[in-house]
T-cell receptor
Framework: AQKVTQAQTEISVVEKEDVTLDCVYETRDTTYYLFWYKQPPSGELVFLIRRNSFDEQNEISGRYSWNFQKSTSSFNFTITASQVVDSAVYFCALSEDNYGQNFVFGPGTRLSVLP | AAGVIQSPRHLIKEKRETATLKCYPIPRHDTVYWYQQGPGQDPQFLISFYEKMQSDKGSIPDRFSAQQFSDYHSELNMSSLELGDSALYFC???????????????FGPGTRLTVL
């Protein structure tokens, strides 16, 4: 069965620090999709990135970057020069199904960026 | 661009009452998913519908039922509410392209249900 682990329950950093959120997944499928979502205090789920299992290229989007390593089943998320507005719960998620079914979230990491 | 609409955004009910949550998918989307997120928890998949038929079932209690209507909107009906049903309920929609690329799920803003 698929599983997503986010070992860091809570992280606190000071503004402008870099921070990496870890995500480790388990799946028996060779085709799967990985996601990161941000959930700010207002509660909505904000899509950040999707990566399919055949694309191990790292991605950078502004201050956000993602490191996908199949060898270690990890899909880590780094925020550089963190800002107070980055404070949120971040969820890593996995889907084994091309139809978008079987969408499993990790337990989330609560990031607090202090001024 | 149009997004997923959920109503109501907030709902307060008493124990043993019933509640109905509504979800209006993005226009042209044919698939709807429901998730339940308890306090401090991650979202848990409840149920999904494709073309008005149930397509997958997760950890949905027997007290809950759902359906997708001809206009593709969906309703989640919750009966005999319990304190533990207090949660944020998300709806997501997607357009299934079986021979295409991944079918992105777009999440609504959620309905916060409080059971007193």
């Amino acid at each position: 069965a698929q599983k997503v682990t986010q070992a860091q329950t809570e992280i606190s950093v000071v503004e402008k620090e870099d921070v990496t959120l870890d995500c480790v997944y388990e799946t028996r499928d060779t085709t799967y999709y990985l996601f990161w979502y941000k959930q700010p205090p207002s509660g909505e789920l904000v899509f950040l990135i999707r990566r399919n299992s055949f694309d191990e290229q790292n991605e950078i989007s502004g201050r956000y970057s993602w490191n996908f390593q199949k060898s270690t089943s990890s899909f880590n998320f780094t925020i550089t020069a963190s800002q107070v507005v980055d404070s949120a719960v971040y969820f890593c998620a996995l889907s084994e199904d091309n139809y978008g079914q079987n969408f499993v979230f990790g337990p989330g990491t609560r990031l607090s960026v202090l001024p | 661009a149009a997004g997923v609409i959920q109503s109501p955004r907030h709902l307060i009910k008493e124990k043993r009452e019933t509640a109905t949550l509504k979800c209006y998918p993005i226009p042209r989307h044919d698939t709807v998913y429901w998730y339940q997120q308890g306090p401090g928890q991650d979202p848990q998949f409840l149920i999904s519908f494709y073309e008005k038929m149930q397509s997958d079932k997760g950890s949905i209690p027997d007290r809950f039922s759902a359906q997708q209507f001809s206009d593709y909107h969906s309703e989640l009906n919750m009966s005999s509410l319990e304190l533990g049903d207090s949660a944020l309920y998300f709806c997501a929609s997607s357009l299934v392209e079986r021979f295409g690329s991944y079918n992105e799920q777009f999440f609504g803003p959620g309905t916060r249900l409080t059971v007193l």
